[in-house]
């Protein structure tokens, strides 16, 4: 006999009743539904295999099947690699600035599961991360939203590829103004020294999560501070990419 718990219950009407797709308002049994799937996740976009920037005929080859745009054949970012679901555009960027703004949790699980599916088909298993970190908010910024967006998309992403995440890894020391009132060296700037890992991590691939990946600065702090603190190799897991800085 099934006892129907408090959290039981709402997980089995869940399963029962159908959803409205976040996108279009159809009926549906999942976030998406099977059309907006196929009209705006199946991107064939080739990207940099460094910063996930879409590419055109400025990109060269480094690989099997792997390129580098110019910007990071001439400048190497301190992360070693990037990847992407898709580019920030229309009407998926709905999906991120609900997520970031308006607490609709839902959707970090659908993003963390795309994103690990990304990595087992780009990594394998022999090359995973050993661990997963978000990108942290400024404690001010995670009092005023009461959650990290980013965070809700590293937990369920780790748990997927059977990979500890870490909420406490990397934190926030210089409380910054926002990122997008800035140009691209004016970011660099307010980033440079903002974070501080909390432990040595040497020898070390860590996954860095966030949402949406504009001209890389945070992350590129981010890696450069991960880097001195041991870590081996840093990969990029963004839910969207610019398609231009």
């Known amino acids: 006999?099934?006892?129907?718990?408090?959290?039981?219950?709402?997980?089995?009407?869940?399963?029962?009743?159908?959803?409205?797709?976040?996108?279009?308002?159809?009926?549906?049994?999942?976030?998406?539904?099977?059309?907006?799937d196929a009209a705006y996740w199946n991107e064939?976009?080739?990207?940099c295999a460094v910063c996930a920037f879409p590419l055109t005929g400025s990109s060269?080859?480094?690989?099997?099947?792997?390129?580098?745009?110019?910007?990071?054949?001439?400048?190497?970012?301190?992360?070693?690699?990037?990847f992407a679901l898709a580019d920030y555009r229309a009407p998926l960027d709905a999906l991120a600035l609900g997520l970031k703004f308006r607490a609709r949790l839902m959707l970090a699980r659908e993003f963390a599961t795309r994103l690990a599916a990304l990595a087992d088909d780009a990594l394998g298993h022999s090359h995973r991360p050993d661990i997963v970190a978000p990108v942290p908010l400024a404690p001010g910024r995670l009092i005023e939203?009461?959650?990290?967006?980013?965070?809700?998309?590293?937990?369920?992403?780790?748990?997927?590829?059977?990979?500890?995440?870490d909420a406490?890894?990397?934190?926030?020391?210089?409380?910054?103004?926002?990122?997008?009132?800035?140009?691209?060296?004016a970011r660099r700037q307010n980033v440079g020294h903002a974070f501080a890992v909390a432990k040595r991590l040497?020898?070390?691939?860590?996954a860095?999560?966030?949402?949406?990946?504009?001209?890389?600065?945070?992350?590129?702090?981010?890696?450069?501070?991960?880097?001195?603190?041991?870590?081996?190799?840093?990969?990029?897991f963004v839910v969207l990419r610019t398609p231009k800085h």
């Open 1 to 36: 006999m099934i006892r129907w718990s408090k959290h039981l219950w709402p997980r089995v009407v869940q399963g029962l009743l159908p959803n409205l797709c976040t996108l279009c308002g159809n009926m549906s049994q999942k976030t998406l539904c099977d059309g907006c």
């Open 44 to 47: 064939a976009r080739l990207r």
């Open 60 to 82: 060269r080859r480094i690989g099997a099947a792997r390129y580098q745009c110019a910007a990071c054949r001439a400048d190497p970012p301190p992360f070693d690699a990037t």
């Open 145 to 165: 939203r009461g959650y990290n967006q980013a965070w809700e998309i590293a937990r369920p992403f780790g748990k997927a590829l059977h990979v500890p995440a």
């Open 168 to 185: 406490t890894l990397i934190r926030r020391v210089v409380e910054t103004v926002p990122q997008s009132t800035l140009d691209l060296n």
């Open 202 to 206: 040497d020898g070390l691939h860590v």
């Open 208 to 236: 860095l999560v966030d949402d949406v990946m504009t001209t890389g600065a945070t992350l590129e702090a981010l890696a450069r501070a991960l880097k001195a603190a041991g870590a081996r190799r840093v990969t990029n």
